[in-house]
């Protein structure tokens, strides 16, 4: 199972295990990492998930479908080129080693 | 000083939000939830928008079993509180332990108003609030060929769409007028019984339920205003009450919910604080008090009150209310409050198909409220612009989108 590393606005990272076929919103809310709100429970309805994918992975990850991005628009924190919401990221087992940064504002 | 702590009764969706604050603002005396139900806290707004026979199968746990122990979060499931004695500061739980608290926080949510007709007790009928009811309308619908949903409300419908897609027949049967009478406007109300009845599902409006009928203890016909409807399954959404009788019996002041003030501390008692769907209180969008039931309240006023006791800073409850219900193919979204509003301006999010649309709704010249269909960027621009000044005027609107006009002032306000 692939290992996934959050990043905190203050630079703590959490390192949590996240399960191939779920998303990465996911994997952060079941290991209580802060600064995922995830409101709807990844219903892409709130925005509330927003990471930044790490430069270095933002090819593996790849773009935001069309639904996504026009909601990257509205995040409570500034949209950057690799925004993602996190609900709409799925795990697989190329995503090991992933660092996502967890932006300062969800709501 | 405090060796009482926190006591949280409800570990619903508003109760969780309580302790993760709490612990997340630093606060390190104890901390204990009595939740009622024998399972982790979950999600509820899953349970009727998919169906599933294995509780795995909707994974709606609110977080493992690790985050509160981890954060040292006494969870007692399947405990229920019986009692609240509010001179003493102390709970009694139903199997007569008493346990002292320094603030409480009553998180107990709502039960469905049961449906009022002769032969509601026979098997096949179910409302649906729990996990367990769930599972047990995923299981019936393995089955169900004809299935009546009573009440046209967001939960009916939800559920109208999900036994669609399981392959029965669907009837809705409502009593007013309209689908979701009071929720949306009267415009987004035609709109989506035509998108329902395009999938499929037959609706009944300004039709009364008369009485159920059996065959071997077992649903077998819904009598109606209209006739009768065959019927293997029957589920009904017909509205919620507050759980507020430990306020009540306590002497608290309780108007269908409990009423707390701009903190959300009890009027009656500042030890006690209610949040989420027993919670009656004053919102600076609403003319007086007001009781919702979503998932945005309950989070926002849990969290504001764990802040709170943790002494963070913390000012008057008033986040924007917002809602969002998948029926099948429709995302529908709302920001604001709705009522009294004396303009709705019906928009297409795109020329042809209008599958996506928002009604935008005026108070007094200022828009109040959005409502959205399938267009969930639109919603969060309106949650953006609801919450900024100067608020949004028609002309602003003017031949415009709030995703438009969002970022015309974000790019004036980078230039400026
Ligand atoms: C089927 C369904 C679908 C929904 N869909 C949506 C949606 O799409 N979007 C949205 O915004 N909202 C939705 N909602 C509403 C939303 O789920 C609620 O507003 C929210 O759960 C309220 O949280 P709460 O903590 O106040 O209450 P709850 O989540 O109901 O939690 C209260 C808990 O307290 C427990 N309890 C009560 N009394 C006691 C006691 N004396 N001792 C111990 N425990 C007690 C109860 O058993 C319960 O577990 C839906 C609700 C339902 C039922
Ligand atoms: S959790 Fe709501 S959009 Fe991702």
Known sequence: ?107 | MSAAGVVVVGGGQAGFSVVQALRGAGYEGPVTVFADEPRLPYQRPPLSKKAHTEPEGLGVDLVPESFYRERDIDLRLGEYVAALDTAACAVTTGSGERVPYEHLVLATGARNRPLPVPGAELAGIHALRSLDDALTIGRALSTARDVVVVGGGFIGLELAQVARARGARVTVVELADRLLSRAVSPQLQEHLRERHERDGIRILTGTAVERIEGKGGQVHQVVTGQGPLPADLVVYGIGATPRDELAREAGLAVDDGVIVDEQLRSVSDPRVFAVGDCARHPHPHADGLIRLESVQNAMDQGALVGRRIAGGAAGPYESLPWFWSDQGPVKLQIAGLRASTDEVRVVPGDSDTLERLAAYAFRDERLVAVETLNWPAEHLAARRLLQQDPPVSPTDLAGSTLGALARARRTKEVRA
């Open chain 1, 1 to 107: 199972m692939p290992i996934v590393i959050f990043e905190l606005p203050d630079g703590t990272q959490r390192k949590v295990t996240a399960d191939s076929g779920t998303v990465l919103m996911q994997a952060a809310v079941s290991n209580g990492v802060d600064g995922i709100v995830a409101e709807c429970g990844g219903n892409a309805s709130c925005a509330t998930c927003h990471v930044y994918v790490d430069e270095r992975h933002g090819e593996l990850v790849g773009p935001p479908n069309d639904v996504e991005d026009e909601m990257l628009d509205f995040t409570a924190a500034e949209r950057r080129p690799t925004s993602r919401l996190s609900c709409q990221v799925q795990v697989s087992d190329a995503l090991d080693g992933l660092v996502v940064h967890i932006p300062e504002e969800q709501v």
